[in-house]
DNA sequence: TGTTGACATCTGTATATACAAGTTTTATGA
DNA sequence: TCATAAAACTTGTATATACAGATGTCAACA
């Protein structure tokens, strides 16, 4: 991996010791000052540390007390952000199950080219997952090309993005994505076994590179009855819009 | 508001000034060094607002380059995140109404009841919102009590987060979301008006204070066809789980 | 007993400095 | 002209210092 700073090995670690218990829920770690002794550096580098762990919903930083412990690990980890299928099925313990349907180059369909250029090519890839054997999610991935030109049906079994983080060492960075209840496709229907009016939990995303390049356009349909997404925020008090004022006559 | 220092301040005048174009998309915002003379500080701050919009989605950092202005903000404004639905009628420009279908003071379900003692008093609230005249949204609450002792009539109707941190003080710091598909119940079916087998979009929260005590339990309703959840996710990559390995034999 | 006030401890914010590392521009030289 | 190297910029990381502000402890005192 791509960790080798000190803010990020240190997170990592007291990361590691909270969900071992090892600095325990309702507890508090300890002061900035003491893991600077313990880490042997400095006491910014420990509070951005301790600022991605808060982030993360990890800790509660209190100022005048310390950093308290949450204890919501078990139902908020990372299912919120960009995590492959791979990695939460490892993280969970799920017994889960990838099958790939289909792979081949074509090119994306206008529909979806949101700001592209006419005629992009791209790897399509069509991937039912399987959990305890029931089918639970179809995914229907565009990996654009450029930036990916080759895609090993391998890659596509295991985890895309170990293949192009840790063989491509593409720079994943961030990604937009939008949740509704639609109506499914009767080909989606069959394949995810709905009865009743066939909604699905559509969650469409669009990926991008650390460049700002979109390298990825996925559309995941979910059987509404085993969906579940859950989140961890923090209230921001950043704002973009001014108070509204009724305009003058 | 409580935005009194520096970087918060800086965050939000770019913030600002992306929204109104005066710092486009594509283009990139001011060096750090040159934002350091604009505002008069040190660099360190100017990070540290920049790493606030980082966060937000409103620019993207890129290392011997500077920082590009993104442009998603139509898509991804804060919807996801902590945020009161008068927040979302401001910075969206709908139409909402709210009608306060109930307001009494009774005692929290035990089926609720997360990790409370028994007999939790709290004041429950039932709201309705619409959308051009049509219902969307049914917001089931419970505001404990401690730590809300009065919630006016006025406060329900307009926005609880303004009563309670304009008029309260109190500190709202971070939220837990679970997001599921289920058959609504006949009672929240009628209110919204709905058809067919009765699924609704379930967005269950419980929000706490700085100080981790839970204040806030809700329920909101949504009807699927009017359901739309956007979300920003960064990559993050600190994990919590060491690589699985088969166990030994 | 109960309150006040001084003190120690903790996090929050801001500044200054130094160097590493990636990118772009400029200058150099064949 | 073209390729290469140097320089000038950019962000990334780490350190040290200073003071503000919130919290808890404990002794002094009424």
């Known amino acids: 991996m791509g960790l080798i700073n000190k803010q990020n090995m240190i997170a990592q670690d007291i990361a590691i010791k909270i969900k ?92 979806l080219a949101v700001g592209l250029s006419n005629e992009q090519p791209a790897f399509f890839l069509e991937r039912l997952r399987l959990i305890d054997g029931e089918p639970d999610v179809l995914d229907r991935d565009y990996l654009l090309s450029p930036p990916v030109e080759k895609l090993p049906y391998q890659a596509a079994e295991d985890s895309i993005y170990a293949y192009l ?5 593409f720079k994943i960075s961030y990604a937009t994505k939008e949740i509704t209840v639609e109506s499914a496709p009767a080909a989606v229907r069959e394949k995810l076994n709905l009865s009743g009016e066939g909604l699905v939990v559509l969650v469409r995303s669009l990926t991008y590179l650390a460049d700002t390049s979109l390298f990825q356009i996925t ?27 009724k305009p003058q006559l």
């Open 219 to 245: 559309a995941s349909y979910h059987r509404p009855d085993k969906f579940k997404f859950t989140d961890f925020a923090r209230r921001k008090r950043i704002l973009t819009h001014t108070k509204e004022r």
């Open 20 to 111: 071992h218990k090892i600095y325990a829920p309702q507890t508090f770690l300890p002061s900035e000052h003491k893991l600077c002794e313990l880490y042997g550096t400095s006491r910014e580098t420990i509070r951005k540390s301790l600022e991605q762990l808060n982030e993360l919903g990890l800790i509660q930083k209190i100022k005048g007390r310390g950093s308290l412990v949450l204890n919501l690990q078990r139902f908020t980890f990372p299912i919120s952000g960009i995590t492959s299928f791979k990695e939460l099925n490892q993280t969970l313990g799920m017994h889960a199950k990838t099958v790939v349907l289909q792979l081949e180059k074509t090119m994306v369909p206008t529909s």
């Open 165 to 169: 983080e840790e063989e491509l060492g």
